[in-house]
């Protein structure tokens, strides 16, 4: 074992909570995920035409925000603020924190949660209304609705958490990014626990048209459910989701003291960026490398004490490639004997919530020693050669996971969690 970079208080999971395009809660996208559910299919929140080269996506369906939520609550708020407090108060409630105030007083408790693009579906409503009605006609909650942020501000208010409250931007890797601050926020000891992770609602006309300007997702039209296929030759773009995750962090110290039964520890964060391209990977994954490397170095591991990745996996050509690449270059011969996995062969790829519902399906092999499939594998890539659970879920003791985030403009984050042991 190495000696860790911030050798200070330990840090464990005790809470979580998703909804995904497979299931509303932790168990039913766990559950879900093990059996290979892809959760991808033609596009009910808008009449996507033929004008749009992607037609499906992942959507949270039959999502209903009423049991957390009154309906004025829901009016004024965005699709993706109410993804954030449903994922919060699951977690909250799995946590045994779901009473106010919580465990510990106000001001040592806080909120980090982050979203790479906020209330995008707000934000084209209220621009519509500027051209066709003036405007005199934007709604008063039209900026408190859309700006990213606002999901920390809503969870801190909701529970009266006065501690460190921010939100991350950082595209695919917003998330983890948010877990790693909220990570360092309680190593340092400026806080004993952390409600943190990421939402996302961006199945909406704009984003579908960007995205596919870009060339960036799949176009499988006729096959919406098997088109998301990372590490496979045949790979031709992500599918979008939507969705939240939300764990809730707490010194070893905090959750010992309140009797608290931890899912996993968080041993390790690395950060990198690839200074290289708005969009694409560095070549041969510089920045991946580097983020890797850091977040082992942090947490005192090996590669060859790591069991599984959850990947980035994309199902983008360069992504998965580049990535293939990085995890060789870091782990050497041990990159043939663990097992990677892409989730977002089945949720899509959930943007800026990805970190964090990907954190807590790694916390989860962990916990429980079985690692979901990477559905939807048909031909071989060579220069994707390792284990990828292609099509199959792999039942192995796994006591270190690593999860790998990755956004555009070239920021890399990755997050080491451990079997909780004791």
Known sequence: MREAVFPCRRVVITGVGLVTPVGHTAAESWDALLRGTSGAGLISQFEATEDFPTRFACEVKNFDATPYLDAKEIRRLDRFAQLALVAAAEAMESGRLDGRPPAVPPERFGVIFGSGIGGISTFEEQARTLVEKGPRRISPFFVPMFIPD?????????????????????ACASSAHAIGDAFRVIQRGEADIMITGGAEATVTPLSVAGFSAMKALSTRNDSPDTASRPFDATRDGFVLGEGAGCLILESLEQAEKRGADPIAEIVGFGQSADAYHITAPAPGGFGARLAMSLALRDAGVTPQEVGYINAHGTSTPQNDSSETAAIKAVFGESAYKLVIGSTKSMTGHLLGAAGAVEAVIAAFVCKRSVIPPTINFTTPDPECDLDYAHNRKVERPVRVALTNSFGFGGHNACLVIRRWEG
């Open 150 to 170: 606002i999901a920390a501000g809503l969870i801190s208010i909701r529970y009266c958490a006065q501690g460190p409250n921010f939100a991350t931007v950082s």
